[in-house]
């Protein structure tokens, strides 16, 4: 059963919500009334919508690390330049659980609690519900971590959002990257595939890969699913095997990967096998252990390879966490800085202001990389492609569709 509610669903659970209540609570817990608040005074309120608990809480915990790494960063410069005066900023740290529920849920209690934009949620079936409630709350909102292409496109009219933007790149972009590895790079001939059906991201990268596989006559000999929290992969897994298949892609989450590893080689897979940027955290190594070694992954950024901007926030990072940041932390700290970028344009406070300053960016250097945008809350950026060796990830190239 797919676990993510249909966008109506959930508004309409929200919206009962807010009649029955009359009142929501502010991220800092008390009661105020429902409206669409913007913030007043000398504080920049942001809100975090993060999976802190749930089956990814590693990216929660990144994307929360970097978040109050970013804000002290601006606070013990002072604070935020805005319209000629210096500001504090104020985070509102919430966990979403990583539920598209809870996702939307969290997002309407930060835009009826006062604050200026919301970052987050990473995971693309948590954000999209978000991201609906941002738009329709008018309340500016960056995802640094979702990649799916309907983040940012209202499904209603087919036009771009207009308060949502993400500091990642689109599954379009990286689906088409991670075809063109395994077609030039792996040499596959036979190519397969096994994803979450339920999950948004892995569904839809999935199946950008297998139509670009197509689109260059290949052919999949073998697609196969899962839902969300299963454990036993093994009869698809054996299909697989059985299939030919001399590579298979895994665009499935790091807590995943590891079993699913494991027990393709214990059906007797012995082809290639590599993923996306799902797979971007060093707890991905520690859970797998040598079944990873040699693998490749897609994905944001590589900290052995990083650009001068890049290496100084790895540094001061480590220094303050003692570990490197992994692709959600550099792209939280990305999307941070595009808000902070967009608020000193914006000269004040305000939500609207702040909207048309975030659209007006057509460049932005991140630790991540260059972003471009054109018209769209999509950066056009480049991909990176990592080997893991010796328990590290390592880069391998650089990667253009």
């Known amino acids: 059963m797919n676990r993510v509610l249909p966008v109506a669903a959930l508004l309409l659970l929200v919206t009962l919500c807010l009649t029955s209540c009359g009142k929501v609570s502010t991220p800092g817990g008390s009661a105020t009334p429902a409206t669409s608040a913007t913030p007043v005074g000398g504080t920049l309120k942001v809100g975090l919508n993060t999976e802190l608990t749930g089956t990814i809480p590693v990216v929660g915990q990144s994307c929360k690390n970097a978040a109050e790494f970013a804000i002290k960063e601006v606070n013990d410069a002072g604070g935020l330049d805005v319209g000629g005066q210096k500001v504090q900023v104020e985070l509102s740290v919430e966990d979403n659980e990583d539920k598209a529920e809870s996702a939307a849920a969290v997002a309407q209690k930060l835009a009826s609690g006062g604050v200026l934009a919301m970052i987050g949620p990473n995971a693309s079936r948590n954000a999209i519900p978000a991201a609906e409630v941002a738009e329709s709350s008018k309340m500016p909102m960056i995802s640094p971590w979702s990649t799916n292409p309907k983040l940012t496109v209202d499904a209603r009219s087919g036009q771009p959002k207009q308060y949502v933007f993400r500091a990642a790149f689109t599954d379009d972009f990286q689906g088409v990257v991670a075809a063109k590895f395994a077609l030039g790079e792996l040499k596959t001939k036979q190519p ?29 000999v073998s697609f196969e699913t899962y839902t969300t929290g ?54 991905l190594v520690k859970l797998a252990g040598k079944d990873c070694e040699g693998l490749y992954f897609t994905t944001h950024y590589a900290a052995d390879t990083a650009t001068p901007k890049a290496q100084q926030f790895i540094t001061a990072y480590k220094a303050a966490y003692n570990s490197v940041p992994d692709d959600v932390a550099a792209l939280t700290y990305d999307s941070f800085g595009l808000l902070f970028a967009a608020v000193k344009t914006a000269g004040q406070l305000d939500r609207e202001a702040v909207r048309t300053a975030l659209a007006g960016i057509t460049n932005y250097e991140g630790v991540t990389g260059n972003m471009q945008f054109k018209g769209t809350g999509d950066p056009v950026k480049s991909a990176v492609v990592i080997q893991i060796k010796d328990g590290k990830f390592k880069f391998f190239q650089t990667a253009q569709p």
């Open 230 to 283: 299963d454990k036993d992969f093994s009869a698809q897994l054996t299909k697989i095997a059985k299939s030919g298949a001399d590579t298979l892609f895994l665009p499935n989450y790091y807590s995943e990967v590891p079993l699913q590893v494991k027990q393709a080689r214990q059906v007797g897979y012995q082809g290639k096998i590599f993923g996306s940027d799902s797979w971007g955290n060093e707890e």
């Open 192 to 220: 397969a595939v096994l994803y979450d059906v339920a999950s948004e991201y892995n569904k839809g990268i999935a199946e950008i890969y297998k139509k670009t596989i197509e689109e260059n006559g290949g052919k999949i």
